[in-house]
């Protein structure tokens, strides 16, 4: 099932994916899921980011290509970090690019939604608390990277992290998934989710051992080779196979 939020004339609300439009259900897919007779149009639905975490966690350097570029070692653990959730945003609106930086890059990513409260999770154990994947990109100000040399500013100014457009319940990252990223129509990353250096159970496992992942919590499961700058006027698009496709705008601040 392919479950989107969205802006309605009622407030926020979640709806699941149905060939003739999207379905309001009442409550969150979290507690309390109850479908509705209301159906919109998929040309009304004013989507919005697929979830509002309490907390994005990153992953960083978690392709071996991508790693490269960097000019980072292989990690032995994976390498987390914390964007806050003030820097999501859904599908349709704008990554503005901040003046402190010179430099932004776009990351696309496969990101892992919570579905329950998760500490201590075995690596067995790890899809029992997922509700879903979608689409995510990293936005990063690559200069203060650098600069810094920890990810906390460079990650997380408003709008450095796009999510969506829905959030597929139905999805094995263990299949050879594409993920791409485009931009202004022109292929800028491409790699196969299996790509990957520590996979979604090993990542559920090793951050439930650091800190609680709560309901809408999101992992941002790092990036493939290839990012690259992001300019005013640009059009990003990160394409997950098997959820669809997350398109932002580009802008100055």
């Not at 999805?171 to 990353?189: H, K, M, T, W």
Request: charged fraction near 20%; charge should be negative.
């Amino acid at each position: 099932m392919k479950i989107v939020r969205m802006q309605t004339q009622e407030g926020i609300r979640y709806g699941g994916v149905e060939p003739e439009g999207i379905r309001i259900h009442d409550g969150t897919p979290f507690v309390a899921w109850q479908p509705t007779e209301v159906v919109i149009s998929f040309e009304q639905a004013r989507l919005l980011a697929p979830v509002f975490p309490t907390k994005v966690v990153g992953v960083a350097a978690n392709y071996v290509l991508h790693a490269e570029e960097m000019g980072r070692q292989l990690p032995d653990t994976p390498s987390i970090f914390i964007k806050p959730s003030t820097a999501v945003i859904g599908p349709s609106q704008p990554i503005v690019l901040p003046a402190l930086s010179n430099e932004v890059h776009h990351e696309a990513e496969l990101a892992v939604v919570i579905g329950k409260v998760a500490r201590k999770v075995a690596v067995e154990d790890a899809s029992s608390v997922v509700l879903g994947y979608t689409a995510g990109n990293d936005v990063t100000a690559r200069d203060l990277r650098r600069e810094d040399g920890h990810p906390s500013r460079a990650k997380g100014f408003d709008t450095f992290c796009p999510l969506g457009p829905a959030i597929e319940t139905e999805y094995d990252p263990l299949e050879d998934f594409s993920l791409e990223c485009r931009v202004n129509g022109a292929i800028r990353q491409g790699s196969s989710i299996n790509d990957m250096i520590f996979g979604v159970a090993e990542l559920i496992s090793f951050i439930t051992s650091v800190m609680t992942l709560l309901p809408g919590d999101v992992i941002m499961t790092g990036t493939p080779s290839g990012v690259g700058p992001l300019r005013h006027g640009d059009l990003v698009e990160v394409t997950l196979e098997g959820v669809g496709t997350l398109s932002n705008p580009v802008v100055a601040e």
